[in-house]
């Protein structure tokens, strides 16, 4: 009956073919405590599939943008640590390894509240995501092409400081950027944040077609859960630090606490997920 | 009104009667000024970069030009000994960023600072113990004697100096504005946060920083050095570029030159029409008032980058 028995998330993202194939990446329970003393993540388990695109959700402050940090390692430059559980990509446990190493394996994370180098102009915005790779200018070149064929704005803009540019051109700029390291999963986090739901439509159909054309496999961290469900083919859902819920797309678009609680759509009384649901989570926990 | 008049009339009525002397005075003071910008471009590179005001510019000077001096003294032809001394600047660089800015990741910067304060005193007493502390005699054959242009006598050794630092400051500017490690530098600068995301190391970039700040201080090393030989009072001039930076603005090494020119010639040029008015040596507090005074009208400084509001 529960949504989490549907479906498991390696078979959701994978052929089933391959049911056997480990996924892409697997974060097994981690815990993750920031300055030593705050503990935000509770042991949290997810996993993306490769050419899969998987979504996070979760309210503010539900631990999202902790789980993609610790996933690329940018965890530490804010005093952050993962003390338990690991992070496999590709069959190599990876949460000792450097930032820069894990642009050079492929991930790439896409940072929330865009990040651009705002001195910088677009094209050298994009330059800069390519600083990992050696394989040489002409490659490069035809990359930023490549980039530019998707996101037509930015060819346009390409000689406008980055800091002066608009909020979606921004968004682009920072997802076009990732896109130059040539990654194999792409970590976003909240790229709809503060932009009108059109341009967000436009964003997410260009990852989209990132993810069907280039096979860069998606985790993507978001609030707005109604846009995140529709783009997806798994989801899961944090609050507090932990998974209460995961399951396909489509079922989680149709179970009733998410369409209460996320979605907005049906009444009630209860105003958190997990006093409801808590008997089920202290199931999955104690398993 | 006879004060009023000595002080506000009196020294325009000078200039206009020697304009020629004038001239020498105003290259006089642009000579000094250069040697500001030297050490104040060495400032603005750190500081840009990482927000940190080093205040150990001064000291990397001094070991600079210590250093060029005791491998030539060891008897080794100038161009091994600059290359020597280069090689010393960057390993310098990649210490500093072992022992002091790696531990020190993620402090705030006033931490970062007093470290450069601490690193100041270390830098000088390992000078010292390694060359000694004798004034040093640096003469690297930079040529010397003066010509006329007209009326107007000119040092060559200010015309080698002025070369130096334009080949200097167009050659970093090339650097940054063309090369992928240029390009991260500035990266960074805006953002270090982002820079980590798309896999730019930024211990890396602290030691490229650092170095490129030791050769800058090299360049200023030999310049002062071969005007006044290598001592101790230069970690002095760092105090003098810190008024050069106010005005120039931080983080622009253009600002940095332009303001490097203002104070040279405008301290020159006080003392020598108003510093007997004032009771002499002017020129050791003129920059800091005018400064001062710029900090009430400009605090970004001339050519300070502009900062972004836009989100
Ligand atoms: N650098 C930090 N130091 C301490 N606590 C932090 C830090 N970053 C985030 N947190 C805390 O961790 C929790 C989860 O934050 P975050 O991962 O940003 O959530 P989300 O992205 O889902 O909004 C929040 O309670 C937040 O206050
Ligand atoms: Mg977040």
């Known amino acids: 009956m529960s949504v989490q028995r549907e479906a498991r998330p390696d078979e959701a993202n994978t ?44 309210g503010n402050g539900a631990g999202k943008t ?14 952050g640590e993962v003390t338990k559980g690991t992070i496999v990509f590709d069959g190599e446990q990876v949460q000792d390894l450097t930032p820069n190493d894990l642009v050079r394996r492929g991930v790439i994370q896409v940072m929330e509240g865009r990040h651009c180098f705002e001195h910088l102009s677009v094209e050298e915005n994009l330059l800069t995501g390519a600083f990992t790779r050696s394989d040489g200018a002409a490659e490069i070149r035809a990359d930023l092409e490549r980039v530019y064929a998707y996101f037509p704005r930015l060819k346009d803009r ?55 054309k280039e096979g860069v496999s998606i985790l993507l961290a978001e609030q707005n859960t109604n846009m995140a469900l529709k783009f997806a083919n798994f989801g899961y859902i944090l609050e507090n630090g932990r998974v209460v819920l995961d399951g396909e797309a489509s079922a989680l678009r149709d179970n009733d606490d998410v369409k209460e609680f996320y979605l907005g759509i049906g009444g009630g009384e209860r105003r958190s997920f997990r006093e409801f649901k808590s008997y089920r989570r202290r199931k999955r926990w104690l398993s | 009104m006879q004060v009023l008049f000595d002080f506000l009339i009196g020294p325009f009525f000078q200039i206009f009667e020697a304009p020629i002397f004038f001239v020498e005075v105003v290259i006089g003071g642009m000579a000094a000024g250069i040697m500001y910008a030297l050490v104040a471009i060495g400032f603005a590179v750190i500081f840009k970069a ?38 010393v600047m960057v390993a310098l660089a990649y210490a500093v960023e072992r022992v002091v800015l790696g531990p020190l990741v993620n402090q705030p910067l006033i931490v970062l600072f007093m470290a450069t304060i601490g690193l100041s005193f270390v830098i000088e007493g390992f000078g010292e113990l390694a060359w000694g502390s004798d004034v040093h005699r640096l003469d690297v054959g930079l040529p010397r004697g003066s010509f006329f242009v007209g009326d107007i006598m000119i040092d060559r050794f200010h015309l080698v100096a002025a070369g130096s630092a334009g080949a200097l400051v167009v050659a970093i500017v090339l650097f940054m504005q063309y090369t992928k ?122 050519f300070g980058e502009r900062i972004i509001e836009r989100v």
């Open chain 1, 158 to 212: 390409r000689d406008a400081q980055a800091g002066y540019t608009s909020g979606g051109e921004q968004q682009m700029t920072a997802i076009g950027r990732a896109l130059m390291s040539r990654p194999r999963m792409m970590l976003l986090d909240e790229p709809s944040m503060g932009l009108a739901p059109q341009l967000v439509e436009e964003i997410f159909d260009i990852v989209r077609q990132l993810n069907d």
């Open chain 2, 181 to 302: 490690f240029g390009r991260a530098l500035r990266a960074v600068a805006d953002d270090h946060q982002a820079a980590l995301s798309v896999g730019i190391p930024l211990r890396m970039i602290w030691v490229i920083t650092w170095s490129i700040a030791g050769v800058i201080a090299l360049v200023a090393g030999v310049m002062w050095g071969t005007q006044a030989g290598i001592q101790f009072s230069l970690v002095l001039i760092a105090f003098k570029a810190l008024p050069v930076l106010i005005l120039g603005g931080f983080n622009s090494i253009t600002g940095a030159i332009v303001a490097g020119l203002i104070i040279g010639v405008g301290e020159t040029v006080f003392e020598v029409y108003w510093g007997q008015m004032m009771g002499g040596a002017t020129e050791n507090w003129f920059a800091y008032v005018v400064a001062m005074i710029f900090l009430f009208f400009r605090p970004q400084g001339l």
């Open chain 1, 66 to 79: 902790t789980t993609l940090k610790a996933i690329s390692n940018l965890l530490k430059a804010e005093r």
């Open chain 1, 15 to 58: 052929p089933t073919v391959e049911a056997e194939k480990a996924p892409l990446l697997s974060v097994n329970s981690i815990e993750v405590i920031y300055d030593h003393v705050i503990l935000v993540l509770k042991g949290v388990s997810l996993t993306v599939g490769e050419g899969g695109i998987v979504a996070l959700l979760g």
């Open chain 2, 50 to 87: 990482s927000g940190i005001v080093n205040f150990a510019q001064g000291a990397m000077v001094l070991f600079a030009g210590l250093t060029l001096v005791g491998f030539l003294q060891m008897g080794a032809p100038l161009w091994l000994a600059l290359i020597a001394t280069v090689v």
